[in-house]
C-alpha cells in the first residue's frame, strides 16, 4: 500500500520562505508523477504543481509561478516544494498526492494516493 507522509509545514511571515517535503513508501516512486494541492478553509482543494517521473518537466498553478518549486529526488523518494515570498493568501493545508501513471495532471480526480497534510498559515 502506498504511503504519502508531509511535513516541513509551519508559521511564516508574509515574504518568507518554507519547503514542503512528502516521503513517498509502499511501491516504485521513479515511475508515477506526483503533485502538490492545498485547501483553504471554506474553499475548494486547489491544484499547486505538479512534477514529472523523472522530474524534468513541471506545471504550475498560475498563482504560484516564479514563487514555487516542485522538486523530486528519486534516490530519496521524496518529493518537495519549496515556497518563497509567501502572501496570507497562501495559508492551507498542502497535500502531496501520486498517480497512478507517468503523466502529470492538474485535477485532483486523476490523483490516487494522497497524504494527510501539512499546515501552512503565513502572517502579516
Known amino acids: 500500500q502506498v504511503q504519502l507522509v508531509e511535513s516541513g509545514g509551519g508559521l511564516v511571515q508574509a515574504g518568507g520562505s518554507l519547503r514542503l517535503s512528502c516521503a513517498a513508501s509502499?511501491?516504485?516512486?521513479?515511475?508515477?508523477?506526483m503533485g502538490w494541492f492545498r485547501q483553504a478553509p471554506g474553499k475548494e482543494r486547489e491544484f499547486v504543481a505538479a512534477?514529472?517521473?523523472?522530474?524534468?518537466?513541471?506545471n504550475y498553478e498560475d498563482s504560484v509561478k516564479g514563487r514555487f518549486t516542485i522538486s523530486r529526488d528519486n534516490a530519496k523518494n521524496t518529493v518537495y516544494l519549496q515556497m518563497n515570498s509567501l502572501k496570507p493568501e497562501d495559508t492551507a493545508v498542502y497535500y502531496c498526492?501520486?498517480?497512478?501513471?507517468?503523466?502529470?495532471?492538474?485535477?485532483?480526480?486523476?490523483?490516487?494516493?494522497w497524504g494527510q497534510g501539512t499546515q501552512v498559515t503565513v502572517s502579516l
Open positions: 498526492a501520486q498517480r497512478n501513471t507517468i503523466y502529470m495532471s492538474r485535477f485532483g480526480h486523476e490523483y490516487d494516493y
Open positions: 509502499g511501491r516504485t516512486f521513479s515511475s508515477y508523477a
Open positions: 512534477i514529472s517521473r523523472g522530474g524534468g518537466t513541471t
